[in-house]
């Protein structure tokens, strides 16, 4: 049988963690697979932020960027090892982070999705959770939505 | 440790196969040893136009009533035999109201529930479920973490 993929959107902000703990402590079954996703809003798909910067402006804020992106890597893949687990972290760039989400589980066919209700997106977003919002109507497959 | 809190896990149900749907994910993917249920059912009370109201006798009215009463002890014994078959601890309550979001979400609230587990459509009035206007409210308005059961197929 195959092993169940558990998707859980996550981003740098503490709720994202908080989701991911909840998650481990309640709901994880040892032969859950994790899909961890990262969708951050990244500068170079979007030309018309950047447009007015220098190329060496430009290329100091993609930098600045990978290195978060990285360091959210980097943190939960030790996450993911110290507690023994079995899975991977994805980033995929997009201003769309619902829509992200929603293609990737049915991508990955997971068995359910895991999300934040805030996250560190641009503040009128999330504070209609507007993102979890999105994945609860557009998912394919059930949706555990961590609110505390 | 001497005294766990109880995990109480209240999960909404109606006559609907999308709450049974629900209820046996939770079971297979999410149940741990020691989590308690607490069956929430927020039925509809019967409802009529004024118009029909008028017309109608206290006898139909009674017999109403009672065959919701009959519908609500059938689905608590199933239930409650799918909790036996799981060896599972719980209970039932069944409210009758307008409102089954705001139900569901006080009841989570006064058991201190730690999650809450529901389908997107029951048997509600058409209108309501088809946005999934239950689910929707019970998610902004819940102090805990709510699972949402959809299957699209």
Not at chain 1, 78 to 90: A, D, Q, T, V, Y
Not at chain 2, 103 to 128: N, Q
Request: overall charge neutral.
């Amino acid at each position: 049988m195959n092993a169940r993929k558990i998707l859980i959107a996550v981003d740098a902000s503490e709720q994202a963690e908080q989701a991911f703990d909840w998650y481990l402590s309640t709901v994880h079954r040892s032969d859950n697979e994790l899909v961890l996703l990262h969708v951050p809003d990244l500068l170079d798909k979007d030309k018309s932020k950047t447009s007015y910067l220098t190329s060496s402006a430009y290329d100091e804020a993609l930098k600045k960027e990978q290195a978060k992106v990285k360091e959210l890597e980097d943190k939960y893949n030790c996450r993911i090892l110290e507690n023994g687990l079995s899975g991977k972290i994805r980033t995929e760039g997009s201003s769309k982070p619902g829509e992200v989400i929603c293609k990737i589980a049915e991508e990955e066919q997971a068995a359910m999705i895991v999300i934040g209700t805030r996250g560190l997106g641009k503040v009128r977003r999330t504070i209609l959770g507007s993102v979890s919002d999105y994945v609860v109507h557009h998912s394919h497959c059930p949706v555990i939505v961590c609110r505390q | 440790m001497a005294t766990e809190a109880t995990k109480i896990v209240v999960i909404a149900v109606d006559g609907s196969e999308q709450a049974e749907n629900a209820f046996d994910f939770y079971v297979s993917q999410i149940h741990r040893q020691g989590n308690q249920l607490l069956l929430v059912h927020s039925a509809e009370p019967p409802t009529m136009s004024t118009s029909q109201a008028v017309m109608l006798s206290q006898s139909v009215w009674d017999q109403m009533l009672e065959s919701e009463k009959e519908k609500v002890k059938e689905l608590e014994a199933k239930y409650a035999d799918k909790m036996r078959a799981n060896g599972m601890t719980g209970k039932i309550k069944a409210i009758f109201s307008n409102k089954p979001g705001e139900v569901i979400v006080d009841v989570a609230k006064e058991e201190k529930a730690f999650m809450i587990v529901m389908g997107t459509r029951g048997l509600g009035t058409i209108r309501r479920t088809i946005m999934g206007s239950v689910s929707d409210y019970v998610v902004h308005h819940s102090h805990c973490p709510v699972v949402v059961y959809r299957h699209t197929e």
